[in-house]
């Protein structure tokens, strides 16, 4: 087919065609967010289903626009979970918002380039003032302090143990030691691999009753690694483990980085956000005291996918770490108030992801997010309430930072703990099936436990009653099936 005969070859619609267009997915996305919660929030189905519904050779000739949409509209979003949906329980929900949803069109429909300062000045602008609010947020020092967003917590984690590795072993590392918790998040482990480190210089500590990490255990270990003439150089703590909310005696630890010359580097991409409650700021304490800092917006501050945060006590450490100087970037360097932060991380190109945090936090205010991160503990501590005052279940971790865990064994069964694992693990298999709710498992001391993360502010404890309602429901169903084997 020539260019002649195929109008499509500019990748390009008319005015009125590019209009109808969007116009029609902003119907669909308000529609979303109007209907979202009457809807069902899990989607399943085999690689074969989605083989059979996707699978398709490469499109040669063109398609009308309106009927891929049409496709997708019908086919692949409805085959996804919601995750902003009030009963998607699991893992980190993504509650996210409409304002930072349309600050995302924008970002993309413009096609902004935020990598370096010359590409685009109020793309870096902004991401230096959004970076500058998150330093005073978490106390940490606003004109030596920086940061950079990433596309999430795995990549702030991996940028952070970077720096660190070049901060404190410079070129050779063959000797350092880094410490971690059984509780960290597995992120962790898959960078500390992914920048070179073998699994003899990975020290995994073990966490106390309240899943902490034992503060015994770990001075021990660093004293044994350096009568050994091992190199303890990194502690990662953990504000607010995934699997229970925990967070790590953030205080002694930053003792002991200091007076051990270890960097001090905290995981806070899930709980870090709950610094903006009181109850939260408690638990918290010591945050300030990192040498680095992840934080997830797309997670507690109610950001849509993509955008992590790494956090870090001078600004300089990022940039003597990854800037290189390639010939081809040599007309754009500009001068050193001019930051270009394809200097401060991995990415060379960037998205403009600071423009769906600048634009929510100015819409909502931060005593808005401050409210909803609240109400998000308030609710965690009411569910555990309800809980406790069930004779049906047990709490195997108690609400800390909107997270709960627990499982359902009835007082008087006497059951055995393979069995409360098989009722619980059904339990989770049901209500899953059901598309109800999604509510899966985790493990702690070796117990099979269903999990609640409560950080969606949409979530009501009615729709946690209901959700347990149907569990109970599901529970008894499993347990006559195990008195009549």
Not at 96 to 106: H, K, L
Not at 179 to 199: E, M, P, R, T
Request: charged share 20%; net charge neutral; with cysteine.
């Amino acid at each position: 087919m020539t260019t002649e005969n195929n109008p499509n070859y500019k990748l390009t619609l008319s005015k009125e065609e590019m209009q109808r267009y969007g116009y029609k997915i902003i119907d669909h996305i308000v529609d979303h967010f109007e209907t979202q919660n009457s809807k069902k929030p899990v989607a399943q189905a085999s690689r074969a289903e989605m083989d059979s519904l996707l699978t398709e050779n490469i499109p040669n000739l063109s398609t009308p626009a309106h009927e891929v949409l049409d496709f997708v509209m019908d086919q692949v979003i409805p085959n996804s979970n919601i995750v902003s949906h009030p009963k998607s329980y699991s893992f980190v929900p993504g509650p996210s918002n409409y304002i930072s949803v349309m600050a995302d069109t924008i970002a993309t429909g413009f096609n902004i380039f935020s990598g370096g300062w010359a590409a685009s000045p109020a793309a870096a602008e902004l991401e230096i003032v959004t970076m500058n609010w998150l330093l005073e947020i978490f106390g940490f020092p606003t004109k030596q302090g920086g940061g950079i967003f990433t596309s999430g917590g795995s990549m702030a984690n991996l940028t952070a143990l970077v720096t660190a590795r070049r901060i404190k072993c410079r070129n050779d590392f063959s000797k350092a030691t880094i410490y971690l918790s059984d509780q960290a998040h597995s992120s962790n482990i898959k960078a500390i691999k992914v920048i070179g480190f073998k699994k003899e210089q990975i020290r995994i500590i073990p966490t106390d009753m309240e899943f902490k990490i034992s503060l015994n255990k770990l001075k021990n270990i660093i004293a044994k690694d350096r009568l050994e003439g091992l190199q303890p150089f990194c502690i990662i703590a953990s504000a607010g483990t995934t699997n229970t909310g925990t967070v790590d005696p953030l205080d002694e630890i930053a003792n002991i980085c200091e007076n051990e010359n270890m960097w001090f580097h905290i995981d806070g991409a899930y709980g870090g956000a709950a610094i903006l409650a009181s109850n939260g700021k408690k638990l918290l304490k010591g945050i300030e005291r990192a040498d680095s800092l992840t934080v997830d917006p797309h997670k507690w501050f109610f950001q849509p996918y993509e955008i992590g945060c790494l956090l870090v006590k001078n600004h300089n450490w990022l940039s003597s770490t990854f800037s290189e100087k390639p010939e081809y970037l040599r007309d754009i360097e500009g001068n050193e108030s001019e930051i270009n932060f394809y200097d401060h991380g991995i990415q060379l190109t960037r998205r403009f992801r600071a423009l769906k945090f600048y634009m929510s936090l100015k819409t909502f205010g931060l005593a808005s997010f401050k409210k909803a991160i609240t109400y998000n503990i308030d609710l965690a501590e009411q569910t555990e309430i309800l809980l406790r005052k069930s004779a049906l279940w047990e709490i195997t971790s108690p609400a800390t930072l909107a997270i709960i865990n627990f499982r359902y064994n009835p007082i008087g069964q006497n059951l055995l703990e393979e069995e409360l694992d098989r009722i619980n693990q059904n339990i989770s298999k049901k209500i899953i099936a059901s598309k109800e709710a999604l509510l899966v498992t985790t493990v702690l001391q070796g117990q099979v436990v269903l999990r609640m993360c409560l950080i969606n502010p949409r979530t009501t404890i009615e729709d946690i009653k209901n959700t347990l309602k149907k569990c109970e429901i599901y529970g008894e169903e499993q347990l006559l099936a195990t008195s009549n084997t």
